[in-house]
Structure formats: C-alpha cells, structure tokens
DNA sequence: CGCTAATCTAGAACAAGTTTCAGACTTGAT
DNA sequence: ATCAAGTCTGAAACTTGTTCTAGATTAGCG
C-alpha cells in the first residue's frame, strides 16, 4: 500500500514515480481548489490534471477529503516554515499568537477558493479521516506554540491553545461562508488569545 | 413558494396540509439522522419516510444541508425552552454558560448519530445556507446569553460569546469524530467560558 | 359549481463521488 | 533474463444528491 497521505510516515517508502505521482496529484488539487473551492475540485478532473487513472487517484487518497485534507497538510507545512522565518514581533505571547494568525488569515485570504476547500474538507471529515485531521491539528498546534514561545506548556496553557484552535477553525468557517467580516475574526482571534494571559503570567494551579 | 426552512417567519402561511408536510419531513430526517447519522439521511429516504414525492420534499428543503439545518433549527428551539423552564444553579455568568452548554452536550450524547448530521450540515453549509444557519447561531447566542442574564451586553461580552460559539461547534466537531473525548470538550468549554469573566466584572474598556 | 394557478406525484435523467474489473506495465527477487 | 506480486490504466457500473417533466390534485375565487 501507498502512502496515506500521512506527511510523516510513509507506510511504505515510495519510488521516485510514485512520488511523483503523489505530488502531481497534490498539486491538480489544490490547483483546482484555488479556482473555485470545495465544489471545484473533481475526482475525475484531478485524475486527469494529475495524468493518472481515477482508481490510481483513489489509491493514493482514498476520499475527496484525505485529499483535500492531505492539500491542506502540504500549505501547512509551507506556512509553518514561512512563519518560522519571519517570527512575529509582539511583546505578549497572546500578541504573538494573534499576530501569527492573522498573518496565517491574510494568506488564506489571498486563495479564498483554496481555504474553502481545505477548511470545508477538515470540518466534514469523518472518522475515517482522524489520523490525517489530527496531524492537520498537531500542526497547528505546533506554530501556535512556536508563536507563543513554549517548548513545555501547561495543562492550561494547551487547553487554551485547543481553544484558540477551535476559533480559528470556527471563524474561518464563518468567514467562508460570508456570515463574518474579515474584521470580525480579527477581533475574535484576539479576543481568544487574551485566554493565554490567563494562563501564562500565574504559576501552576 | 412554501416556506424556506426558517422557523421564524414563513414566506406565504402554509395551508394546514403544508404545515403537516413539512412536519411530516422534518421528523423523518431526525428520525434517520438518529439512526445512522448524516450519510443515513437520504433525501429519497426522508421523502418516502414522510409520504412525500422527491420534487416536494426539494420545494420544501432545497438541499440535505438546508433540511438538516431546520431539523436543528428545530431541535434547537426545544432545547432552548427546555433551558427556560430550568435555569443553571451557577453563581457567577461563567460558570451557568459551561453548565448550559455541559447540558446540551449531553443531550447531545444521548443522540450522537442525530447530532452528527446536525453539526456536520451545519459547517458543511455553503452561502447559499448562510440565513438558516444565521438563524441557529442568532438561537445560540439567545441561549448564551440567556444563561449569563444579561439584557443588553456590551460589544465585549457579544466577542466573548461569539468565541464561545466557536469552541462549541468545534469541540463537538472534534468529539463526533473522536478526536477529543467528552472529558477534553468539557474541559475547552470551561476553558473558554473563563473569557466571561474578563469582560464582566470589569467596566467598558 | 367551474376555472385557473399553484402545488404535488411518479419517475426518468443527470452529476459527481466511489467501486470494480480485466488487462498492461513495473518492480524486486531469483 | 524471467517470474510472481504488486501497481497502474481505461472504462463501466453503482450510489446518492439534485434537476426536470408531464400529468394529477388542490386551493382560492368568481
């Protein structure tokens, strides 16, 4: 069996061909995606974008998700880099956090399409998909943390941090879907990560 | 045109028949929505299951996601009287929202399947679902605030419960796809319900 | 009652995700 | 180089959401 569309484990190490293949596919889809969302992107058009058969298609991403949520996985990878380079400059943690999702937004909102077919595919993800989500979030969690400046969080201070993922997640959604403002995630990220001043500044409960 | 899934105000009265239809509809798409969650309704399904023809049951909900969206509009309007009649015993606002919020969750949990496909329409909602979906999260906000006793919040408090909202509809996201246990989403409940206490006793900023 | 417009029904048809299958091609091991 | 096992291809088939159509029924009105 092929990879799972897992960035970190290759079930079994791939040829160069397949993982050729596993990258023309990935990037069909999120060429796709970027013209016109979830709807967008096609089983049969990305087979054909990507030179591969549509069982071949399905055997490397076994769903329309695993592949819109393996997509998502490669532009997080990219992002995090980006971000790592270029740190956010706040004095507070929650600053840092919030600056770093914003910057995080503003890069969505240069691929609109491109975030409604990922963010879409995360939250309709079933149970078939957790492990892949569930890397999605690990990572996630990852540039939060980055951003905050921990190595060893708190039991609070990673309660906090799943919440902040939950608004963002959240308000993307409202977002796409035209029932938020820009401004309005805006203030509700910020508005979260004031939850990281209340965890941070105190000792252990 | 008959009414449009919103609960609130029907475009044209529906006639005494229509009203049953539709009744008829939305009990049936609970009642498969129990049982197997958002794949197990199947429009052919529900309009067999209400006597109704496939082109009715279209007029009536113009897609899955809409009538899914008014089966929650539904549940959610019981839920929120059954909240009226026994308000939470909590002593500051916080503490009555996590214990609101704790009881829908587990009425949630008597119905797993049946909130599945709620929630997953629910974010799964395209714009084209934008003004019944507006009308659950107007409902929830309603709910919110009704468990914080307050009339007339200010624009911090509204942030607070819109976060709040977020953490809701994502934590039960992650617990319907067994990413998080109930434990974990009762934990980022309370952890977000700390936001109120910001926001409350402090004055305007 | 008798008319007209709107609504409802049954069923076919269409669209896109998913599955399946027979045959051609690769790969890895001997 | 050759064989077996695994992989890829092309195409058809199947499933379920959605649309369409022609004819029957119903509602409102004079």
New binding site residues.
């Given amino acids: 069996?092929?990879a799972e569309a897992s960035t970190s484990r290759p079930a079994?190490p791939l040829?160069e061909?397949?993982e050729a293949?596993r990258r023309r596919i990935l990037h069909a889809s999120a060429q796709l995606a970027s013209r016109g969302g979830f709807?967008a992107?096609?089983?049969?058009e990305v087979a054909e974008s990507s030179?591969?058969?549509?069982?071949?298609l399905?055997?490397y991403f076994?769903?329309?998700?695993h592949l819109l949520v393996a997509t998502m996985q490669d532009q997080l990878e990219h992002m995090h880099g980006t971000l790592r380079r270029k740190p956010p400059p706040g004095d507070t943690a929650a600053e840092r956090v919030a600056q770093t999702l914003m910057r995080a937004f503003r890069a969505l909102q240069r691929e609109p399409h491109l975030a409604d077919a990922m963010v879409r595919a995360l939250t309709f993800a079933d149970r078939s998909v957790s492990p892949e989500v569930d890397q999605v979030s690990r990572q996630t969690t990852a540039i939060i943390l980055d951003a905050m400046g921990l190595a060893d969080p708190t039991p609070e201070q990673l309660s906090a941090v799943r919440v902040i993922e939950h608004t963002w997640h959240s308000a993307l959604i409202t977002w796409l879907s035209g029932r938020a403002s820009i401004a309005q995630v805006k203030i509700d990220i910020e508005t979260v990560c004031r939850l990281i001043d209340l965890t941070e500044p105190a000792g252990r409960g």
């Fill in positions: 069996m092929p079994s040829t061909r397949q293949r709807d992107v096609q089983m049969r030179q591969v058969a549509l069982g071949t399905y055997r076994p769903s329309k998700v």
